[in-house]
């Protein structure tokens, strides 16, 4: 499979292209040698055709109170020429859409969201001057009830446990952590480092909150749960890179959230704010650790006779033996949306 191009970069090497062929085609009418078997420069892949119109929705899930205000915001890629929008809106669960009378700008702002605003898909169609046209959506959930916030910007070195765990034959990862006072977003914030385990490609360490606890049986049902953190990798390296994603504790089970709710942390010596995960439901997490589910049982259990739970979060970095992977956090947050 030949790897993605941009359009620009594909009608800069079909320029390209075209100047060596002429070049050829001249040598070639002068009584030159034979020239080049083809007309491609090696390397480049001139006879694919060019890459087509995308867009993306930021954010594709959102959650929100009652009279708030959401935007969604389109991203267009590969565009030929200008691009125009139009947004629709899907009340059936994205069967049939209407289209939203004056939405046509980039991003889509709903001034006062309401319980009839509840599940509602929002799509984007964008056109540009091919014939192409490209879709994107996102879902919409509102909570009359304001949800419940748990939320860490000083990673206090009590308040959070640290277990490394490893896969089959794979030993746990080696790691350590420490919360540096300045320097986070802003001021203090946790600093990880994992080390690459043996006869493996990657290490994983789960971080649980003592303090981000949550009943089901006293404070409610669970319907939805956001989450969000800020990270940064502390060397940045090609080779190496780490993934982060919400953990969950209960009845002795751990719990990660799916690829939907992966957060990449950028390999970057600068911050990557607010990188948030919403609306995630109970089918949204994966089991890692623990007993199986047995027949019958709820895993993880959302409902008001679910077990207590415990937050947190997971990373896992990825490298070679030995290498020592350092990443932070800072502004950990989960937010509960009660039924």
């Known amino acids: 499979m030949r790897p993605h191009r941009s359009r620009s970069e594909w009608l800069r090497r079909l320029a390209l292209a075209a100047v060596v ?3 050829i085609a001249s040598i070639i009418g002068s009584g030159g040698g034979i020239g080049l078997t083809s007309d491609c420069p090696p390397g480049m892949s001139c006879d694919a055709p060019p890459p087509v119109l995308t867009v993306s929705v ?8 009652v009279g708030s205000a959401v935007t969604f915001t389109a991203t267009a890629f590969d565009a030929a020429g200008a691009v125009t929008y139009q947004w629709s809106r899907s009340s059936d669960g994205g069967t049939s859409f209407l289209d939203l009378p004056g939405a046509t700008a980039r991003a889509l702002t709903l001034a006062a969201v309401n319980l009839a605003d509840d599940g509602a898909i929002y799509r984007v169609t964008a056109r540009d001057t091919s014939p192409i046209v490209a879709h994107a959506g996102a879902r919409l959930s509102v909570s009359a009830t304001p949800g ?3 939320r860490d910007t000083e990673f206090n070195p009590a308040d959070w446990v640290a277990t490394p765990l490893g896969l089959g034959s794979v030993p746990a990862a080696a790691h350590s952590e420490d919360t540096p006072a300045s320097g986070g977003n802003p001021g203090a914030f946790r600093r990880m480092v994992i080390e690459v385990p043996p006869q493996s490609g990657g290490g994983r360490v789960y971080y649980t909150s003592l303090v981000a606890t949550y009943d089901p049986a006293t404070q409610g049902a669970i319907r939805l749960i956001d989450y969000a953190e800020d990270s940064i990798s502390l060397q940045p390296n090609v080779s190496t ?33 607010s990188q948030s995960r919403a609306s995630l439901r109970a089918a949204d997490f994966g089991m890692v650790d623990g007993p199986a589910c047995q027949p019958g049982e709820t895993c993880p259990d959302f409902s008001a006779q679910g077990a207590p739970m415990r937050f947190g979060y997971w990373r896992f970095s990825f490298g070679i033996q030995g290498d020592r992977i350092a990443h932070g956090i800072d502004n950990w947050q989960v937010t509960v949306w009660r039924e």
């Open 241 to 273: 890179y780490t993934d982060s994603a919400m953990l969950l504790e209960q009845a002795g089970r751990r719990y990660v959230a799916n690829q939907r709710a992966d957060v990449n942390v950028p390999i970057s010596t600068s911050w990557s704010s």
């Open 148 to 150: 419940l916030v748990f």
């Open 58 to 65: 930021q954010p594709p899930y959102a959650t929100a109170l």
């Open 21 to 23: 062929a002429l070049g």
